[in-house]
């Protein structure tokens, strides 16, 4: 029987106690100094994000990565150059500085700053156990594996987009081109796109791919917007420039004038923003500023509040992470609505909208996984969490499904039989002791109970970006996963073995119309 990280977290907590109790106490003095390094942290913490529980990460992380990481923040280095280091050349620059990212000067006294480090210190653990090995069956029986003759090494793929009429499209970073296959694989056109084309709009008569334009964090305005004329006889070009590493852009008539305009994230690294793009009579379009704040992730477009105006979700991570709502006041502006926040070390990395209890609103299905920022290690509170929106502007959560490292999943009815499946990648999985969770199906047995499934290849790519759709056209839902080679800390040879196997991507057919 296997028991939960946080029961075994409790039953060494209640061990401890027993042994500590029988030594010493901690004294009265000890006691007021944690409690107030605890409010001073809130008082400080909380100003920029939710508060983080010493609890969340493990004690050398506090020491080496995250509490230097807060203390630039607040203006604290510990040497005169450490400011100086922080901050890139260039327009990226310029525009850290200009929104004071980092102070030159303490915004918090020496002896407060002590208190907030000695808080986490103390009561940060040490380390945190093994978490529960998986039941991961091997074999995924309405999906067959196809493991394409086009290969890239090593494979950076940043894009994988299932196409309405059938077929898909690949954008990989390395050779800095996208792909577009037809439905049985082969390579039908490709274009040069620079680095790091990671979002395609697919419309009637062009594609909008949003391009990074650096795939390592920057705050340099390197990125843009391009539109990929379908028609051999257009050519390409940039509609928006010099955006600050966007990852995420979405069309839509936000303010009902019969034109259309954009919704981007530019996630960058300091900076960046959430801005919606105002089309204009003359093709131009007019930025539009809803949050200022670097981690903007995805949003979504709907009428959220039900008044007949279209309202703007999205997803922010980096730092002050949450899901907020930005609610369409008519005049061309919009009020924000925070509807859920989460603690930084989440690593919030996905959500989209669903409404899967069939009441007619939208719900919220969201991954966090992001391990990036520091050495990884393995966090029970990350995996895939489904929000019931129960109206007013808040939400509950309705289940959590554990996954290492998550960073994408669909919640589809992949085995048509009524209930909704789920289907899940992990970009930080247990790579020491399972790395098949990098690839999660699990098919729904009832009432949110999942039988875990991944396939015999699941090793040899390691897995960033998926898609869902009918990519042969005959009635069922595909899947494909991209893959991009990068390191990881645990000893072994995985980069090398993604780069000479080159696989790009993988496809999941769906066969389930095939069998019937």
Same mark, same amino acid.
């Given at each position: ?6 029961t075994e977290n409790f039953l060494l907590f209640c061990m401890t106690l027993l042994v500590t109790s029988c030594i010493q106490h901690p004294s009265h003095e000890d006691e007021v100094k944690n409690g107030e390094g605890e409010k001073i942290a809130r008082q400080y913490c909380n100003s920029c994000h939710v508060f983080p529980q010493p609890e969340l990460l493990i004690k050398s992380s506090w020491k080496d990565y995250v509490l230097p990481r ?56 040490? =380390?945190?156990?093994? =978490?529960? &090995? ?12 196809? %493991? ?31 792909? =577009?296959?037809?439905?049985?694989? +082969?390579?039908? +056109? ?70 259309? @305009? ?34 903007? *992730?995805?949003? &979504? %477009? %709907? @009428? ?13 991570? =980096? ?12 005049? /061309? ?23 899967? /209890?069939? /009441?007619? @609103? ?10 990036? $920022? ?9 995996? *895939? ?6 109206? !007013? ?19 589809? @009815?992949? $085995? ?13 999985? $247990? ?11 699990? &098919? ?8 875990? +499934?991944?396939?015999?290849?699941? +090793? ?10 009918? *990519? !042969?056209?005959?009635?069922?839902? $595909? ?38």
């Amino acid at each position: 029987m296997r028991r939960s990280l946080i029961t075994e977290n409790f039953l060494l907590f209640c061990m401890t106690l027993l042994v500590t109790s029988c030594i010493q106490h901690p004294s009265h003095e000890d006691e007021v100094k944690n409690g107030e390094g605890e409010k001073i942290a809130r008082q400080y913490c909380n100003s920029c994000h939710v508060f983080p529980q010493p609890e969340l990460l493990i004690k050398s992380s506090w020491k080496d990565y995250v509490l230097p990481r807060m203390g630039y923040m607040l203006g604290i280095y510990e040497t005169s150059n450490e400011r100086k280091a922080l901050i890139e050349s260039g327009k990226g620059g310029a525009l850290v500085e200009n929104r004071n990212i980092f102070p030159e000067t303490p915004k918090i006294e020496k002896s407060d700053w002590e208190r907030i480090k000695q808080y986490y210190l103390e009561n940060a653990p040490l =380390q945190i156990e093994n =978490q529960r &090995e998986r039941e991961i069956e091997t074999g995924l029986p309405i999906f067959e594996t196809k %493991i394409p003759d086009f290969k890239l090494s090593p494979p950076g793929t940043t894009l994988v987009k299932i196409l309405k009429e059938g077929g898909y499209v690949i954008g990989d970073a390395h050779t800095k081109k996208i792909y =577009q296959f037809s439905a049985d694989g +082969k390579l039908e +056109k490709m274009a040069n796109v620079k680095e790091g084309a990671v979002n395609l709009i697919e419309r009637d008569n062009d594609l909008l791919i949003t391009v990074m334009g650096s795939f390592s964090p920057t705050d340099n305005p390197s990125g843009f917007l391009m539109k990929l004329p379908l028609s051999p006889t257009e050519r390409p070009k940039k509609i928006i420039d010099h955006l600050q590493r966007p990852v995420h852009a979405i069309d839509t008539d936000l303010n009902n004038d019969g034109i259309m @305009d954009l919704v981007i994230c530019e996630y960058a690294k300091w900076t960046g923003g959430l801005y919606w793009w105002k089309g204009m009579p003359n093709g131009s379009f007019e930025r539009h500023p809803l949050l200022e704040q670097a981690g903007s *992730i995805k949003s &979504e %477009i %709907i @009428d959220f509040n039900r008044d007949g105006l279209l309202d703007v979700i999205v997803l922010f991570g =980096q730092g002050n992470e949450g899901i907020s709502v930005f609610i369409n006041q008519g005049n /061309d502006t919009f009020k924000e609505n925070k509807l859920i926040g989460f603690p930084p070390t989440y690593g919030s990395s996905y959500f989209e909208l669903i409404d899967f /209890d069939q /009441d007619g @609103d939208k719900d919220i299905l969201y991954t966090c996984g992001d391990n990036a $920022d520091y050495k990884p290690q393995l966090k029970a509170y990350h995996g *895939i969490y489904l929000f019931e929106n129960k109206g !007013d502007f808040k939400l509950e959560q309705k289940f959590f499904f554990q996954l290492n490292g998550a960073y994408k999943v669909a919640l589809k @009815d992949f $085995d048509q039989d009524g209930d909704l499946d789920l289907a899940a990648i992990s970009f930080f999985p $247990d790579f020491e002791n399972q790395q098949e969770e990098s690839f999660i199906y699990a &098919e729904n047995s009832g009432n949110f109970q999942f039988a875990e +499934k991944s396939f015999s290849e699941v +090793k040899s790519g390691r897995w960033m970006v998926m898609d869902t759709g009918d *990519i !042969d056209q005959d009635g069922d839902l $595909d899947i494909i996963l991209g893959s991009l080679a990068f390191e990881v800390i645990p000893k072994g040879n995985y980069v090398d073995t993604w780069v000479k196997n080159g696989i790009p991507f993988i496809i999941l057919e769906n066969k389930l119309k095939s069998v019937q």
